[in-house]
């Protein structure tokens, strides 16, 4: 294979004009050789995984492994202050779930989410929540700090709905809980990938993905969809508001 000038080669550089490269890989423990047809270079010895870098937000954390994961409640992602924040409490609840940006073209779809939460938790205020899941993979449009987020969203939006840690959505230092989501409903043409902010999912109050829109879809225009899955929810008696009468009731019994 011909090299140019400067060709840097599994972080050797090769200063030399013209040289031919010989890349031998040798299976096991042993460590791959970089030769040249008039040079030898160091051997170069492959980092351990315990050795490479680490993802750069923390991953999700979850209570049971993505194979045998069957609700969204099976999983624990973190909060602002990089505690676990169990989704456990949230069961009988219809959940808004979307990847937010501060500093991103859709970052006024913040006043929607606000506004749907506020109407809808007056109307349903046992069976209705968002959760925002900060992510700076787009664009690096949410670079802040955990604590500039909670601040940028109070202060410019008067934002009252959970807005947790900052996390990945894609690739391998995805949050589980993201991955899981994508894999229970693709986007368009089955693509599960993220395609950029303000991404949204529908949780049904028995933990399972029932919508799934794109950036371009406003907040205001999901309320019908979020209401039908709340009143269903309440016929069937999946609904915090129902279960929660019912133990009343069971008690009283």
């Known amino acids: 294979m011909r090299l140019g000038l400067g060709l840097n080669i599994r972080g050797i550089s090769v200063q030399r004009s013209s040289i031919n490269v010989l890349a031998s890989s040798i299976t096991g423990s042993q460590r791959k050789t970089i030769t040249t047809s008039s040079t030898s270079f160091a051997t170069y010895q492959r980092p351990s995984l315990s050795s490479r870098s680490q993802p750069t ?49 859709f970052t006024p779809q913040f006043e929607g989410l606000e506004k749907l939460y506020q109407k809808l938790k007056e109307k349903y205020p046992e069976d209705f929540t968002i959760l925002g899941f900060p992510c700076n993979q787009f664009g690096s449009q949410d670079p802040g700090s955990n604590d500039d987020i909670q601040s940028f969203c109070q202060v410019n939006y ?69 209401v039908q899955e709340i009143e269903k929810s309440q016929k069937n008696g999946t609904a915090a508001s129902v279960q929660g009468k019912e133990g009343e009731q069971a008690k009283l019994a």
Request: include cysteine; aromatic fraction near 10%; proline fraction near 8%.
């Open 57 to 105: 937000h923390p991953r999700a954390f979850q209570t049971r492994t993505m194979a045998s994961a069957t609700t969204f409640y099976d999983f624990e992602p973190v909060d602002k202050k990089g505690q676990t924040y169990p989704l456990t409490p949230l069961k009988g609840k219809t959940i808004l779930v979307v990847n937010t940006a501060s500093k991103c073209g």
């Open 158 to 226: 008067g934002v009252t709905f959970p807005v947790l840690g900052k996390l990945d959505v894609n690739g391998d230092s995805a949050s589980p809980l993201w991955t899981w989501m994508k894999e229970q409903q693709p986007g368009l043409l089955g693509l599960k990938r993220i395609k950029w902010n303000f991404e949204k999912f529908l949780i049904s109050p028995d933990g399972k993905v029932v919508g799934r829109w794109a950036s371009l879809t406003k907040p205001e225009s999901l309320e019908e969809p979020i």
